[in-house]
């Protein structure tokens, strides 16, 4: 899939093991993305009380919309209340539903940029996952 993403993490079978697997705290759900048999990709939950967060996903931005749709299914389905979320630009806008934004500050801090920083904040692909509080 890394065609689709100009800027992300590996998120590869050791990552998520380090990352989802092993972790010490919470407790997180791996969901496998299917259309027809054929896995699309998938995405890591974690639950809270009556939220559902998806605090990693990995597809393609085009099976975004369906991909949440049925994810907000299983939560609802497990007597969640609602689906939690954080996308980039431009995956918010692919996939609908109701939107709070908030502030990403985009912290670049080596001495001489590797990436130029308009181009992070334009291009990174983030989730939940990619920082620690979740």
């Given amino acids: ?3 689709g993403f100009a800027l992300a993490l590996i998120r590869d079978r050791a990552y998520l093991h380090w990352r989802y697997a092993t972790h010490p705290i919470h407790s997180y759900k791996l969901i496998g993305l299917y259309l027809a048999g054929w896995l699309l990709g998938w995405a890591i939950t974690r639950r809270n009380d009556n939220w ?3 605090v990693d996903l990995l597809l393609p ?10 994810l907000d299914r299983a939560a609802l389905g497990t007597g969640a209340t609602e689906l939690v979320i954080w996308l980039p630009r431009g995956w918010r806008e692919a996939g ?20 130029p920083t ?3 904040s334009n291009d990174l692909y983030y989730t939940m996952g990619d ?4």
Avoid: C, S
């Fill in 118 to 120: 308009h181009e992070v």
């Fill in 1 to 3: 899939m890394a065609p």
């Fill in 96 to 115: 609908g539903g109701r939107q709070e934004l908030t502030n990403v500050m985009v912290a670049n801090m080596v001495w001489q940029l590797a990436i």
């Fill in 131 to 134: 920082l620690d509080i979740f």
């Fill in 61 to 70: 931005r085009h099976w975004l919309k369906p991909a949440l749709a049925a």
């Fill in 52 to 54: 559902v967060y998806v």
